[in-house]
């Protein structure tokens, strides 16, 4: 059953949601008008839709379960060659945060697949089947390829890719950070997003020490820019956070009203994945790694150490102090490993790499130093990948992929009666939202979203420990090495003693 809003700028209830369009736009031309295609409204059978942005994935991505009675696939047919118009947002939010892929405003979306036909089961005809769609953009991706030089900032180059009609031909708003690279690619007859990826691994943000720039779409449009960007504004002050999440049970105002505002902050369920993986950590070059380069034309070898704790406070990280970077909020603690004397980021043999450099390749253009652009993205990738949180909250379009959020996360212990819970000073605060993922249930009208976020800082600075050796070695006598056949002779000896 489609859902009804009567007002559609006032929200109702935590997961309330207006879904106004959802149309398959055929590739066939109508009888009665050849400049119109057919087109033909799926609403009332939908079920429920997911959508899905991703600041891993180049293009939005989403599927419709449709419960047809009318064996729309065939009528169509749907081949793969057909359009989706969908138009779906929170009452109340502003244009900007509006899923509106309608033809009038921007692009449809693409139907790619059709999968799990079946019957839905009683008497009736109806089958039930699962619709994905993408952004038009990952089709031109598809049948286009990018064989040219491109000279000068990074941006420009990623810029015409997914601008030209040559490529990806994208009519949608490209948000961009400014590079201070100024490099000569040759791209090498290569599929555009292809091409993206390759330029995107040799830029440096013009206002942050950060690479790491990744190319990405939301609602809003397209994003070319760095991790270090989306958790700072202007290269001086922490990004605020668009909304406030906790654990709480729903939220009454006096004489009973709910009270929607803080009931659409509220968490129902949540996890941490691998929160803490000091192995995998230590193996992929998170706390410390080394790069060497290789100039071949003088060449020249270098070696370019990086250290996680002494660089912490060049960045910006889902942490601040009053608004600027934190140099001591670290995930990991400032403290000496086993009987080093030296704790984790100290340790550049963790993680070996390799690379070549060579300066003045193409006269006026040049590539960044790779001891500059390697060590710390190796890391900031890392930290990207662990201390991830799911959240299970009510829909809100105005929330996307890229955004700053904030989870109150009370301390799991106890407390007495008349003592107020703490928050965790190291799991609750500020988080970098990686996914988002709207899922629409027409059945019970409601619209829901799971987040995958991550935190690479602390709320509060974890202790520091100053004892230059952690683990203190008594002096034993054991350290030897056993001779196992030698071991196996006196095994056999005193079994025979023993007979």
Known sequence: ????????????????????????????????????????????????????????LQVITGEINVADAQDIRTLLPITGMERLELKLYTPGVSEEHKIDALEEKTEPFYIYKIERIRPSGGTGR???????????????????RVSKAFSGPVENGVAEILLDKEYLDSRKPFFVEETKTNPKFVIPNIKPFAAIKMLAASAISKNYKNSNYLFFETIQGFHFRSIESLMAV???????????????????????????????RNVSVYSFVDPVNILEQLNNGLFANKLITHDIYHK????HTFDYHGTFGEFFHTEHTNGEKSGIKFLQPYANFDNTEKNLSEHPDAKLMTATQTSKIHNDYEFEDQGELIPNSVSQ?????????????????????????????????????????????????????LQVKHMIDQTTQKHEMIMRCVKDAVTSALPVETDKVVVKLK??????VINVYEDDNRETLNNKGDG
């Open 475 to 480: 002096d034993k006598n054991n350290n030897q």
């Open 381 to 433: 990738r890392e930290q990207m990948n662990n201390f991830n949180l799911i959240l299970t909250v009510p829909g809100n379009t105005k929330v996307h992929a890229g955004d700053m959020i904030s989870f109150a996360l009370p301390y799991q212990k106890p407390v007495a009666p008349d003592q107020t819970q703490e928050l965790n000073p190291y799991y609750s605060g500020r988080y970098l939202v």
């Open 1 to 56: 059953m489609p859902h009804v809003n009567d007002d559609k700028d006032i929200i109702k209830y935590a997961g309330d949601y207006n879904l106004d369009v959802c149309t398959i736009v055929s590739y066939k031309k109508s009888v009665d008008n050849a400049d119109q295609c057919i087109r033909h409204n799926i609403l009332p059978q939908v079920m429920s839709l997911t959508l899905v942005e991703d600041i891993s």
């Open 126 to 144: 109806q089958q039930v089947y699962r619709v994905h769609f993408t952004s038009r953009e990952a089709y031109r991706n598809n049948v286009k």
């Open 234 to 264: 202007g290269g001086h002050t922490a990004r605020p956070v668009v909304e406030k999440y906790h654990m709480q049970p729903a939220n009454v105002r006096v004489g009973g009203d709910k009270d929607i505002t803080q009931d659409m």
């Open 300 to 303: 020249t070898i270098k070696e």
